[in-house]
């Protein structure tokens, strides 16, 4: 499989192409440390740790990018995204492009686990209409390769990064913890009160229901 990583001496966006072992991406994950929050078979160890298991590679490998970079700018200079993890950002540093795609094809090999025990059958939230777009929901499937699946995930990760998106676009704090260029279309008719609606919207959905 190959894979568009934003790579580079500088903030701008690069490509290259690479390939992915989930044997070697799972030697690489243990060697770093990688289970001992997201475990080895991606299930969730603590609230706010985001599951893994079936997540794409190619997404997997551009946010492991995203957040070794921190930010990400077009030729212009605009910026496009913004990710600082404390933690993720450290180790990352560490890694190379082709280490971070392994890890990355080891996750995706990994059979999906929901991270909750109640599954969603009420009518989803006003306005997740336009998470549905991109992220898929109960009755559309995910067809993008750098996009995640949110279907299953943990619901605390859900809404600490909801909650982040949201801010960056409304500025409601002095420096971005987290920001994404399409932010402002995410949240067209977004307001608080539905942030934490999305958020258990997906998590209470199956990952089994990722592409139906």
Same mark, same amino acid.
């Not at 002095?174 to 258990?200: N, T, V």
């Given at each position: 499989?190959?894979?568009?990583?934003?790579?580079?001496?500088?903030?701008? #966006?690069?490509?290259?192409?690479?390939?992915?072992?989930?044997t /070697?991406?799972?030697?690489i994950a243990?060697?770093?440390?990688? !289970?001992?929050?997201?475990?080895?078979?991606? #299930?969730?160890?603590? %609230?706010?740790?985001?599951?893994?298991?079936?997540?794409?590679?190619? @997404?997997?490998?551009?946010?492991?990018?995203?957040?070794?970079?921190?930010?990400?700018?077009?030729?212009?200079?605009?910026?496009?995204?913004?990710?600082?993890?404390? /933690?993720?950002?450290?180790?990352?540093?560490?890694?190379?492009?082709?280490?971070?795609?392994?890890?990355?094809?080891?996750?995706?090999?990994?059979?999906?686990?929901?991270?909750?025990?109640?599954?969603?059958?009420?009518? %989803?939230?006003?306005g /997740?209409?336009?998470? /549905?777009?991109?992220?898929?929901?109960?009755?559309?499937?995910?067809?993008?390769?750098?996009?995640?699946?949110? #279907?299953?995930?943990?619901?605390?990760?859900?809404?600490?990064?909801?909650?982040?998106?949201?801010?960056?676009q !409304?500025?409601?704090?002095?420096? %971005?913890?987290? @920001?994404?260029?399409?932010?402002?279309?995410?949240? @067209?008719?977004?307001?608080?009160?539905?942030?934490?609606?999305?958020?258990?919207?997906?998590?209470?959905?199956?990952?089994?229901?990722?592409?139906?």
């Open positions: 499989m190959s894979l568009i990583l934003l790579w580079g001496h500088t903030s701008h #966006a690069q490509t290259t192409q690479t390939t992915g072992n989930p /070697v991406g799972e030697k243990s060697a770093y440390g990688c !289970a001992q929050c997201h475990s080895f078979d991606g #299930a969730i160890l603590k %609230p706010g740790i985001p599951n893994l298991t079936g997540q794409k590679a190619i @997404f997997l490998a551009r946010t492991m990018m995203h957040m070794r970079l921190e930010t990400i700018t077009d030729k212009d200079g605009k910026l496009l995204i913004y990710r600082h993890h404390p /933690v993720m950002t450290e180790i990352l540093n560490t890694l190379s492009p082709w280490q971070i795609q392994q890890i990355a094809a080891y996750y995706e090999n990994l059979p999906c686990i929901d991270q909750s025990s109640e599954q969603t059958d009420s009518l %989803p939230p006003r /997740v209409d336009h998470c /549905v777009t991109c992220h898929g929901g109960k009755d559309s499937s995910n067809p993008w390769q750098d996009t995640p699946y949110l #279907a299953g995930q943990d619901e605390t990760y859900l809404k600490q990064q909801i909650h982040q998106l949201w801010e960056s !409304a500025h409601l704090h002095a420096g %971005p913890k987290r @920001f994404h260029r399409l932010a402002g279309i995410m949240f @067209f008719d977004g307001h608080r009160p539905y942030l934490d609606a999305y958020a258990e919207y997906y998590a209470g959905l199956s990952c089994a229901l990722r592409n139906p």
